[in-house]
């Protein structure tokens, strides 16, 4: 049976294809279809980093840059952090579509910490400082990517 989860987490590239489409498309589209996107974008970033996730006792890792001292080294880690990012570019684009102001990039950060934080409350997966900075990274680039998407091929901006 198809499970997306395990096919996202095996198949990066599926990942950097879907996140730059649907940021495009966030980019691209009307504040209608945005609206639309943002509701099922949150309802799957929390499908993919709250459901499939391995049950723990809620771990914790406070330590800033643990995973980002070892993106050279491992290639897990690196691919983690790299899929961490492209999972919330989409969600950058969508929000700046939505709220074309640069203090929206807080948005993702938020969304971040609020799913980091339950992550350790439900005791699944590892709650950690080093995936928000890889989501608020992503959220960033997708609101610049939109802009200068918007900029570059939607006239009169």
């Not at 940021?23 to 609206?35: P, Q, V, Y």
């Not at 990012?85 to 950058?92: A, D, M, S, Y």
């Not at 900075?133 to 680039?141: A, C, Y």
């Amino acid at each position: 049976m198809f499970h997306l989860s395990r096919f996202l987490h095996q198949e990066h590239w599926a990942v950097i294809l879907y996140g730059s489409l649907l940021t495009i498309a966030a980019a691209l589209g009307s504040r209608k279809l945005n609206k639309v996107l943002l509701t099922i974008y949150i309802v799957f970033i929390m499908f993919m980093t709250l459901m499939y996730r391995e049950i723990g006792i809620g771990k914790l890792n406070l330590t800033l840059f643990w995973s980002y001292r070892r993106f050279l080294s491992s290639t897990a880690l690196r691919m983690e952090i790299l899929n961490n990012t492209w999972l919330f570019l989409p969600l950058g684009a969508i929000v700046y579509r939505l709220y074309p102001k640069w203090r929206v990039v807080l948005v993702p950060v938020v969304i971040s910490i609020a799913i980091e934080a339950m992550q350790h409350i439900l005791s699944v997966g590892l709650c950690e400082l080093d995936d928000v900075i890889s989501n608020g990274i992503g959220g960033i680039i997708g609101v610049m990517v939109c802009y200068l998407v918007r900029k570059i091929f939607v006239p009169g901006l």
